[in-house]
């Protein structure tokens, strides 16, 4: 097995105010009402749309870590018909594949689909869901660019 290698050096040494940003987004999820483990189901499911090695075994470690079933776990890329989940996780995931996935019929995120999540989610928990989508695409471009090692912790997953 070759040495893992990130394609780009670790950001901060080049825009230190990344810093700032990604902790402000932490913090927002950090205070959100939205379940932990319902985050990183949404996390997961991100990762394997974006096709991101890196995202796929960070948040499978992270679900591993909190305790998450191997059932949960692997039938996140077939949540639609796998009976694990909950119907506000279920609308959770719809949402992060919504805005994940191009449409080329109209709009991503649907009246109904919208309308399914509010029956689920409060305002302040909807607003929560956003944040963590904006957060999987605040990172997209790292992962898929700049491509960091996966399964080592931030700050040392870049080849300096």
Do not use: C
Not at 27 to 42: D, E, H, V, W
Not at 115 to 122: E, L, V
Not at 137 to 150: E, H, N, S, Y
């Amino acid at each position: 097995m070759q040495e893992l290698r990130s394609r780009m050096p670790n950001p901060l040494q080049f825009v230190p105010e990344l810093a700032e940003v990604s902790a402000g987004l932490h913090k927002a999820i950090g205070n959100s009402p939205i379940p932990r483990s319902t985050i990183g189901l949404m996390q997961l499911r991100a990762g394997q749309l974006l096709g991101s090695t890196y995202f796929t075994i960070r948040d499978t470690a992270t679900l591993r870590e909190a305790g998450e079933s191997e059932e949960r776990i692997t039938a996140v890329a077939t949540w639609r018909n796998a009976p694990y989940f909950t119907d506000a996780e279920r609308v959770a995931l719809e949402l992060v594949e919504a805005v994940l996935t191009p449409n080329p019929a109209g709009e991503r995120v649907s009246d109904e689909l919208h309308a399914k999540a509010s029956a689920h989610y409060d305002d302040r928990e909807l607003w929560s869901l956003i944040i963590v989508i904006a957060h999987i695409g605040f990172f997209t471009p790292a992962a898929l660019i700049a491509k960091p090692i996966p399964g080592r912790a931030p700050g040392q997953n870049y080849t300096d």
